[in-house]
T-cell receptor, first 114, second 116 residues
């Protein structure tokens, strides 16, 4: 069984600043994948970034980067140069090597202030 | 490329009534998922299809929920009869295993169901 923990229910960030969203996980699978999704108020879950458990480097996608610390079982999302459009709910999720089901955390609401 | 399409976007019904949700996945994606997202929580899987076969329906409450994907493309999720606790967002996702084995799920906009 996999468990995802997001301890920050809500965060405020000033426009153009960076913000880090915490995610810790628990799994017995030796191989797994970690995902971050953005869910704006419209409801759609938008895929942001992926990190494989055996990837040697931290994943980056534009202004999104993943701070992956395997020994600590954490996969924090960093959003650089925040924009007003980044205001949304952010979910961390993981999938085991033999399980297609995504297990999601409870999410973190990010509000970007002008 | 068109994304995952879902309809309706919103649905309000009275308890004990039936309701159905429709999903059309991204073209070429053979795997389709239905998730339920309760308020303030992350999505939870209800059922997963590989083509037309339901390969994981262990989380689907089969007494009132049913789903089908007859031709392996679009899918319908039905609730009959609906209960107050079914109020949630129902999300459809699809995926295609890419090179290197990475399989990313892409979600539709969801259907927000309110049962009165």
């Amino acid at each position: 069984a996999q468990k995802i923990t997001q301890t920050q229910p809500g965060m405020f960030v000033q426009e153009k600043e960076a913000v880090t969203l915490d995610c810790t996980y628990d799994t017995s699978d030796p191989s797994y994948g970690l995902f971050w999704y953005k869910q704006p108020s419209s409801g759609e879950m938008i895929f942001l970034i992926y990190q494989g458990s055996y990837d040697q480097q931290n994943a980056t996608e534009g202004r999104y980067s993943l701070n992956f610390q395997k020994a600590r079982k954490s996969a924090n999302l960093v959003i650089s140069a925040s924009q007003l459009g980044d205001s949304a709910m952010y979910f961390c999720a993981m999938r085991g090597s033999n399980d297609y089901k995504l297990s999601f955390g409870a999410g973190t609401t990010v509000t970007v202030r002008a | 490329e068109a994304g995952v399409v879902q309809s309706p976007r919103y649905k309000i019904i009275e308890k004990k009534q039936p309701v159905a949700f429709w999903c059309n996945p991204i073209s070429g994606h053979n795997t389709l998922y239905w998730y339920r997202q309760n308020l303030g929580q992350g999505p939870e899987l209800l059922i997963r299809y590989e083509n037309e076969e339901a390969v994981d329906d262990s989380q689907l409450p089969k007494d009132r929920f049913s789903a089908e994907r007859l031709k392996g493309v679009d899918s319908t999720l039905k609730i009959q009869p609906a209960e107050l606790g079914d109020s949630a967002v129902y999300l459809c996702a699809s995926s295609l295993r890419g090179s290197g084995g990475v399989e990313t799920q892409y979600f539709g906009p969801g259907t927000r169901l309110l049962v009165l």
